[in-house]
């Protein structure tokens, strides 16, 4: 039997509303955004409202709902409302009736592209409120509907003033950044030029000192030739100061040398702090440094070394007094810019705490337009031109809320014509769609993981709402770990209308979800706990004492050896007395894999017989005869028989070995059992079991 595929799509902008619609083999989530889904068409079978068959109660609680598929025909200027309230109630999935167009040749593909670059604009708005350290406020701000043309007009002002700002705080960041950098290279170059300007002092001093004692034999034999040297002949040394990285000073330096071929005095002191580079906007530690040269081509090299190093370079002056004005101007400047700079920074805090307080309101208002639009571009222009023509799934029992929904939507937008709602007999397959609530909700979303019910099919998820917690508990088991996961899970539902309503972390969202699936987490751990008699792991005499006491003094420290039954058997749960044994893990582990086969055996038995309650319903006897019974029969001629020896073992005391007589009932059927015979019987049980077994395969 072949399947058809149609696309379909949906919408649900509103955060309190999360209505789950399922296809065949996948959940559809009704989600902020639209998004296109499949659902498969099962031919030959009428899908429409209640599918009922056999003698079987409807189960309401335990199948999908009854779904209708439904045409709406709106006029054009209640179209937007009405679609508006519709994805409010969240209980509509419209066909996408269009698909043959592009996203380019639809209706309002103007529209969307006006709500994707406001959306482009809320996404600089919140990057730029990280980057300052705000965050979107998440209370309710009390405010009337905002038009969307407005809200365009004032998002796109925003953002014009957010970039003037940005661009003027990084040019104004970027000269106090020079400018310090620059201060910088006045304070260290002044102090070497200081220096060496004393220590040229100095020894013009004592040479005059010494031409004017007359010859010694420590005067120079050519000093007559070096005082008589033509001052115009003497060569003139330029130089060039600036800063480069710590990291590439050495680099700098060979690199220097290697190109003027050593023709080149330089000189490095670093920076004690590091500093923010005014290109890059990075502190880094820095070198002030410079370069003493002679002729232009020298000084040529040394500029585009400089400019490869990332060296920034700034000018100086060797007179002191002058050095000295340039200091003081300097400093003035920076204390100028640094005054401009809190004011701007200021102004510009002020404006994202602004747009802060609103940011969450407008973005969900955009994302409602953009979903809004998404849906209009799936439906039908008439050929009038004056109306639009929906399809859509629906649940029966919302007929009324939706009818609701569009006579508020004429009256709202003053229509003249109100839309017309009318259900259309198909033999299409209808989405399945469950009703939950806050309890059930999770649950639901865990069987949906691993696989979403047919339209009409029996729903797991309400026995998982035992099931799965309650093998957890088997697992974790402890009374202690469950009150305290429970005090932690009642925090979250006490506080849950005011959390709801709050933005949470990833971990913190997904544990409040969560939060009814962790207390009957909680609750069947205690049970659990109570069970392996564990509190934090220490055993506790709760129900009364232990059946098992010493033999005499000596016992005590050879664990179980010497213990007799000196009472009647521990009322409930393990014995306290097997805690610290030796025997204490081989006998848990046991009885932990012992339960967890009757569990297991019990939840494959449910299954199946959830099977044949879908055969019945629909009214497939193939599926019972061919499928059912097969399966019952193997299933509990094996596993049910093993799960029999396990309770009769327990309940008799007996030391049979159960892999001994699972084993040699394949291998060897018509040996005695001997040793391991559990009750009268036991061997023709057996042999009727594999023959039963052998007829199934």
Request: aromatic share 12%; with cysteine.
């Given at each position: 039997?072949?399947?058809?595929?149609?696309?379909y799509?949906?919408?649900?902008?509103?955060?309190?509303?999360?209505?789950k619609?399922?296809a065949?083999t996948?959940?559809?989530?009704?989600?902020?955004?639209?998004?296109d889904?499949?659902?498969?068409?099962?031919?030959?079978?009428?899908?429409?409202?209640d599918?009922?068959?056999?003698?079987?109660?409807?189960m309401?609680?335990?199948?999908?709902?009854?779904?209708?598929?439904v045409?709406?025909?709106?006029?054009?200027?209640?179209a937007?409302?009405?679609?508006s309230y519709?994805?409010?109630?969240g209980?509509?999935?419209?066909?996408?009736?269009?698909?043959?167009?592009?996203?380019?040749?639809?209706?309002?593909?103007a529209?969307?592209k006006?709500?994707g670059?406001?959306?482009?604009?809320?996404?600089?708005?919140?990057?730029?409120?990280?980057?300052?350290?705000?965050?979107?406020?998440t209370?309710?701000?009390?405010q009337?509907d905002i038009?969307?043309?407005?809200?365009?007009v004032?998002?796109?002002?925003?953002?014009?003033?957010l970039?003037?700002?940005?661009?003027?705080?990084?040019?104004?960041?970027?000269?106090?950044?020079?400018?310090?950098e620059?201060?910088?290279v006045?304070q260290?170059?002044g102090?070497f030029?200081a220096?060496?300007?004393?220590?040229?002092?100095?020894?013009?001093r004592e040479?005059?000192s010494?031409q004017m004692?007359g010859?010694?034999i420590?005067?120079p034999?050519?000093?007559?030739?070096?005082a008589?040297?033509d001052?115009?002949k003497?060569v003139?040394?330029?130089f060039?100061?600036?800063?480069?990285?710590?990291?590439k000073?050495?680099a700098?330096?060979?690199?220097?040398?290697?190109?003027?071929?050593?023709n080149?005095?330089?000189?490095?002191?670093?920076?004690?702090?590091?500093?923010t580079?005014?290109?890059?906007?990075?502190?880094?530690?820095?070198?002030?440094?410079?370069v003493?040269?002679?002729?232009e081509?020298?000084?040529?090299?040394?500029?585009?070394?400089c400019?490869?190093?990332g060296?920034?370079?700034?000018?100086?002056?060797?007179?002191?007094?002058?050095?000295?004005?340039?200091?003081?101007e300097?400093?003035?400047r920076?204390?100028e810019?640094?005054t401009?700079?809190?004011?701007?920074?200021?102004?510009?805090?002020?404006?994202?705490q602004?747009?802060?307080?609103?940011?969450?309101?407008?973005?969900?208002k955009?994302?409602?337009?953009k979903s809004i639009?998404?849906?209009?571009?799936?439906?039908?222009l008439?050929?009038?031109?004056?109306?639009?023509?929906a399809?859509?799934?629906?649940?029966?029992?919302?007929?009324?809320?939706?009818?609701?929904?569009?006579?508020?939507?004429?009256?709202?937008?003053?229509?003249?014509?109100g839309?017309?709602f009318q259900v259309?007999?198909?033999?299409?397959s209808?989405?399945?769609?469950?009703r939950?609530?806050?309890f059930?909700s999770?649950?639901?979303e865990?069987?949906?993981a691993y696989?979403?019910?047919k339209?009409?099919?029996?729903?797991?998820g309400?026995?998982?709402?035992v099931?799965?917690?309650?093998?957890?508990a088997?697992?974790?088991?402890d009374?202690?770990?469950?009150?305290?996961?429970?005090?932690?899970?009642?925090?979250f539902?006490?506080?849950?209308?005011?959390?709801s309503?709050?933005?949470?972390?990833?971990?913190t969202e997904?544990?409040?979800g969560?939060?009814?699936v962790?207390?009957?987490m909680?609750l069947?751990s205690?049970?659990?706990?109570?069970?392996?008699n564990?509190f934090?792991s220490?055993?506790?005499e709760?129900f009364?004492?232990?059946?098992?006491a010493?033999?005499?003094?000596?016992?005590?420290?050879?664990?179980?050896?010497?213990?007799?039954?000196?009472?009647d058997t521990?009322?409930?749960?393990?014995?306290?007395?097997?805690h610290?044994?030796?025997?204490?893990?081989?006998f848990?582990n046991s009885?932990k894999m012992?339960m967890?086969?009757?569990?297991?055996?019990?939840q494959?038995?449910l299954?199946?017989?959830?099977?044949y309650?879908?055969?019945?319903?629909?009214?497939?006897?193939?599926?019972?005869?061919?499928q059912?019974?097969?399966?019952?029969?193997?299933?509990?001629?094996?596993?049910g028989?093993?799960?029999?020896?396990i309770i009769?073992?327990?309940?008799?005391?007996?030391q049979?070995?159960?892999?001994?007589?699972m084993?040699?009932?394949f291998?060897?059927?018509?040996?005695?059992?001997g040793?391991?015979?559990?009750?009268p019987?036991?061997?023709t049980?057996?042999?009727?079991?594999?023959r039963?077994?052998?007829?199934?395969?």
């Amino acid at each position: 039997m072949k399947k058809k595929t149609k696309s379909y799509a949906h919408i649900d902008w509103s955060l309190k509303l999360k209505t789950k619609q399922k296809a065949n083999t996948r959940e559809i989530d009704l989600d902020v955004l639209s998004r296109d889904g499949k659902l498969t068409e099962l031919t030959g079978r009428e899908s429409m409202g209640d599918v009922r068959g056999g003698c079987c109660p409807p189960m309401d609680l335990f199948r999908s709902e009854p779904m209708q598929l439904v045409q709406l025909i709106i006029p054009m200027e209640s179209a937007h409302f009405t679609v508006s309230y519709l994805g409010d109630l969240g209980l509509l999935q419209f066909k996408d009736l269009n698909s043959e167009k592009s996203p380019f040749q639809r209706t309002y593909a103007a529209q969307i592209k006006k709500c994707g670059e406001m959306a482009r604009k809320l996404r600089f708005f919140k990057e730029q409120m990280l980057k300052a350290g705000f965050s979107p406020s998440t209370k309710s701000v009390a405010q009337n509907d905002i038009d969307v043309d407005d809200l365009e007009v004032k998002l796109g002002e925003l953002e014009v003033e957010l970039i003037e700002m940005n661009a003027n705080g990084e040019k104004l960041q970027r000269s106090y950044n020079e400018l310090v950098e620059y201060k910088l290279v006045l304070q260290k170059a002044g102090e070497f030029f200081a220096s060496a300007q004393h220590s040229a002092t100095a020894q013009q001093r004592e040479m005059e000192s010494r031409q004017m004692g007359g010859e010694s034999i420590e005067t120079p034999l050519l000093q007559d030739q070096e005082a008589s040297t033509d001052l115009s002949k003497q060569v003139k040394l330029g130089f060039i100061t600036g800063l480069v990285p710590r990291e590439k000073s050495m680099a700098f330096e060979r690199i220097l040398f290697r190109a003027t071929r050593g023709n080149v005095f330089l000189k490095q002191v670093p920076v004690e702090e590091p500093i923010t580079d005014p290109v890059s906007g990075e502190k880094m530690e820095k070198n002030v440094f410079w370069v003493f040269y002679s002729g232009e081509r020298a000084k040529n090299k040394i500029l585009k070394i400089c400019e490869a190093f990332g060296a920034n370079r700034y000018p100086f002056a060797e007179d002191l007094g002058k050095q000295a004005l340039m200091i003081i101007e300097v400093s003035g400047r920076i204390s100028e810019l640094k005054t401009t700079l809190d004011a701007g920074l200021l102004h510009r805090d002020n404006l994202l705490q602004t747009i802060g307080d609103q940011f969450e309101q407008w973005n969900l208002k955009v994302k409602k337009e953009k979903s809004i639009y998404h849906t209009l571009n799936m439906l039908s222009l008439d050929v009038t031109k004056k109306c639009l023509v929906a399809e859509g799934w629906s649940p029966v029992f919302a007929t009324k809320q939706i009818q609701e929904a569009l006579q508020r939507a004429a009256f709202d937008s003053n229509s003249q014509v109100g839309a017309i709602f009318q259900v259309l007999h198909t033999r299409e397959s209808p989405p399945t769609y469950f009703r939950t609530n806050k309890f059930t909700s999770a649950f639901q979303e865990i069987v949906d993981a691993y696989g979403v019910a047919k339209y009409q099919e029996a729903n797991p998820g309400v026995y998982t709402i035992v099931t799965f917690p309650f093998l957890f508990a088997v697992m974790f088991g402890d009374w202690g770990h469950g009150i305290c996961l429970l005090l932690a899970t009642l925090f979250f539902i006490v506080r849950e209308k005011k959390l709801s309503s709050q933005k949470l972390g990833d971990i913190t969202e997904m544990t409040f979800g969560g939060r009814y699936v962790i207390l009957m987490m909680s609750l069947f751990s205690i049970y659990t706990g109570l069970v392996y008699n564990e509190f934090f792991s220490v055993p506790f005499e709760l129900f009364g004492y232990s059946a098992y006491a010493c033999r005499d003094l000596s016992c005590r420290d050879a664990s179980t050896v010497g213990l007799i039954k000196v009472g009647d058997t521990y009322p409930f749960g393990v014995d306290p007395a097997w805690h610290g044994t030796r025997s204490e893990l081989p006998f848990l582990n046991s009885l932990k894999m012992k339960m967890s086969i009757l569990l297991g055996v019990a939840q494959m038995n449910l299954g199946i017989i959830l099977n044949y309650f879908n055969a019945t319903f629909f009214g497939i006897s193939l599926n019972i005869w061919f499928q059912f019974i097969p399966q019952m029969i193997f299933l509990n001629s094996l596993f049910g028989y093993l799960s029999l020896l396990i309770i009769v073992k327990w309940c008799t005391g007996s030391q049979a070995d159960l892999y001994h007589i699972m084993i040699y009932m394949f291998l060897s059927p018509t040996d005695e059992l001997g040793e391991n015979q559990l009750f009268p019987g036991q061997k023709t049980v057996q042999s009727c079991s594999l023959r039963v077994v052998s007829c199934v395969l």
